[in-house]
């Protein structure tokens, strides 16, 4: 699976894409230290974007944060797809960037990338 931080395994425990759907599911670092993630699927518009809001695997995560992710065809046929985290406090988003968040969204990111090329056949 392409989708987390370099190192990171995910395990999915419920998946269901859809608007109002649910994927949960812990990442798994080196050591076998564990989070829990629980991503709610607000809304989805093929092909142009995906809006969740992701925390913790509890009900009513304080922390949670919305994420818009939006793709944006170019006119020489690639895509830029920005992604964009909206935190409940100004407190709770910068502790998300100390956290890693930045580089931990980049890794994803390129992961994502190098697994788009190699089903392109890249």
Not at 41 to 55: N, T, Y
Not at 103 to 108: D, I, R, S
Request: glycine share 10%; net charge negative.
């Amino acid at each position: 699976m392409w989708f987390g931080p370099e190192g990171m395994a995910i395990e999915t425990k419920e998946i269901d894409l859809n608007p109002g759907g649910v994927w949960r599911f812990d990442m798994v670092a080196a050591g076998g230290i564990r989070y829990s993630n629980r991503m709610v699927f607000l809304r989805m518009e093929a092909p142009s974007l995906i809006e969740v809001e992701h925390g913790s695997d509890q009900e009513n995560d304080p922390n949670r944060f919305r994420m818009l992710v939006t793709f944006d065809e170019q006119s020489d046929g690639k895509t830029v797809l920005t992604l964009r985290q909206m935190h409940p406090s100004t407190e709770r988003r910068e502790w998300a960037i100390g956290f890693g968040a930045v580089e931990y969204g980049g890794q994803t990111l390129q992961k994502l990338a190098l697994h788009v090329a190699k089903v392109r056949g890249k």
